[in-house]
């Protein structure tokens, strides 16, 4: 697949870049291509050309706006094997996968050229005779969003989607692992002809080399970001001094519970389908799983027999069901994870260790691990373990796992199997997350607001909330 030259997209156009840096494979540590090392005074013209876009874009019709989200999204299945095959390529996930990512994205952008022309405001009967009271909902401005590596090209279409609808103009930052990815959407962006300044890509080496001329520019009024909750804390405290709005999706750690009255095949597929997905790198992932004591047993012995069927190898090789980790510091997370359950008395039942051998030496390879006998003080308990790791922990009844579930600083997403309906309202209603899939291990859609509570974020993309981060609302009160 031929890539792009090394550029920033500004203003309407690819500006190559005076510096550049090397994209690895994950896989094999290949130079999979270069990207722009773009510094504080590209930053400055992205947001110069995204704050001279804003006036026209804001009053552009939503019919015009509605017709150009249509159109990239056209543009991206267009190219999706193009686009898939540079997500595998730097991501390092399968390509099914990556295909997947590409249809997903355009979901995003599908629902958003719609929602866009909802963006109602609202009359309201005044309390004092002669006054008429008009709510109006108005772009709030500039916004710079910073995304992460594991959905390289789906995380930006969950930000730019709505923020185009509202009437925003954007920068975008794409991770350091994989901006390709990001030069790819922004090829398809270029093609669908988006006016000038409207959505500006600057990929950078070094996040904190990039950052401050990012954000702490009066003329940005908003930031999205997707990524770790170390970072998210960061980039508030930078915008409180311009208060910025806000929209963070940070890191999960999420409880999967099988209750004894679950159907076992569809607990099990549906734990493999969460837990695995780019190696257990998702901020959706299953973390801890706990299993009613009743069904430990069998559940454990199912759950070893459908992972050691697991093939791991390169995202590119035809019948791959994990690819590598992200870096060797991902590697060195999860491998301490493991660590950490055996050495406070977790029995690893299979994996355990990185895949070595032949080309596994040359990437960033887990084996696909189950430990059982897990307790709540393991880091895998506590922290996301973001790798193919399995930990299973015993309960005996409702009440306790609710609690323990809810003993976490994440709330992003939460899993329930079970057949009872009175038991599913029940969990669902107490579990202190944003998402919680009940007998459903993909819950993720763009109709429905996606977010955490406590430190996995702020704000929601998605539904009819997604709209509402890149709006202000306006009181006009008139009297006539
Ligand atoms: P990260 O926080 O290290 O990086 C995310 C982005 O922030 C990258 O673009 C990076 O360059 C940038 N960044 C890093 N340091 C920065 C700084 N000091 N200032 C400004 N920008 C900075 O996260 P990651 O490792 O790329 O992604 C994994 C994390 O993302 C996990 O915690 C995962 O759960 C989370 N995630 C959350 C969601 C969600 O929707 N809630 C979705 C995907 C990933």
New binding site residues.
């Given amino acids: 697949v031929s890539l792009p030259q090394p550029a920033c997209y500004i203003g309407g156009g690819w500006q190559p870049a005076a510096n550049t840096f090397s994209v690895r494979n994950p896989a094999d540590g290949t130079i999979v291509g270069q990207a722009a090392d773009a510094g504080p005074e590209d930053a400055r013209a992205a947001i110069a050309a995204a704050t001279a876009a804003f006036p026209a874009w804001a009053d552009e019709s939503t019919v015009q706006r509605a017709a150009l989200l249509r159109r990239l999204s056209q543009e991206l299945l267009d190219r999706l094997d193009p686009i898939a095959r540079t997500i595998v390529a730097e991501q390092g996930k399968p390509l099914g996968q990556a295909l997947f990512e590409v249809r997903y994205a355009t979901q995003w952008l599908d629902w958003f050229a719609e929602e866009g022309r909802r963006a109602y405001g609202r009359v309201v009967p005044s309390p004092v005779p002669g006054k008429h009271v008009h709510v109006l909902r108005q772009p709030i401005g500039v916004a710079v969003a910073?995304?992460?590596?594991?959905?390289p090209l789906a995380?930006i279409a969950r930000k730019l989607a709505p923020a185009m609808a509202a009437g925003c103009t954007m920068v975008v930052?794409?991770?350091?692992q994989t901006p390709l990815s990001a030069v790819r959407l922004f090829e398809a962006i270029d093609a669908a002809q988006f006016p000038p300044g409207v959505l500006n890509l600057i990929t950078a080496a070094s996040?904190?080399a990039i950052?401050p001329a990012l954000l702490e520019d009066d003329r940005v009024a908003k930031i999205t970001f997707?990524?770790?909750?170390e970072?998210g804390k960061?980039?508030v405290r930078l915008s409180a001094d311009r208060l910025q709005r806000v929209s963070l999706?940070?890191?999960?750690q999420a409880p999967f519970i099988v209750f004894d009255d679950a159907d076992m095949d569809a607990a099990v597929s549906g734990l493999l389908a969460s837990k695995f997905q780019i190696a257990g790198q998702?901020?959706l992932c299953a973390n801890r799983i706990y299993v009613q004591t009743t069904v430990e047993e069998e559940f454990t012995e199912r759950v070893l027999r459908a992972v050691s069927a697991l093939k791991v190898g390169n995202g590119a090789a035809h019948g791959t069901d994990i690819g590598p980790l992200i870096d060797e510091r991902a590697l060195a997370k999860v491998s301490a994870h493991v660590a950490d359950a055996r050495s406070h008395g977790g029995r690893v039942l299979i994996g355990g260790e990185r895949a070595a051998g032949g080309d596994f030496d040359r990437g960033w390879f887990f084996v696909p691990t189950v430990v059982a006998g897990c307790t709540d003080d393991m880091l895998c308990a506590q922290e996301?373990t973001?790798g193919p790791v399995v930990p299973l922990f015993a309960f005996e009844e409702e009440d306790e796992v609710v609690a323990r579930a809810n003993s976490s600083r994440y709330g992003?997403a939460a899993y329930v199997y079970t057949k009872d309906l009175g038991r599913s309202l029940r969990v669902s209603r107490r579990l202190q997350y944003g998402i919680v899939g009940v007998n459903d291990p993909t819950p993720a859609t763009p109709v429905g607001p996606?977010g955490?509570f406590k430190e996995?974020?702020l704000g929601r993309e998605g539904g009819t909330e997604g709209l509402d981060e890149f709006l202000e609302s306006k009181l006009v009160s008139f009297i006539a």
């Fill in positions: 910073i995304t992460p590596w594991n959905f995380m930052k794409p991770a350091e996040p904190e950052a997707t990524g770790s909750t970072v960061i980039l999706e940070l890191g999960g998702s901020c996301e973001f992003l996606f955490g996995s974020g």
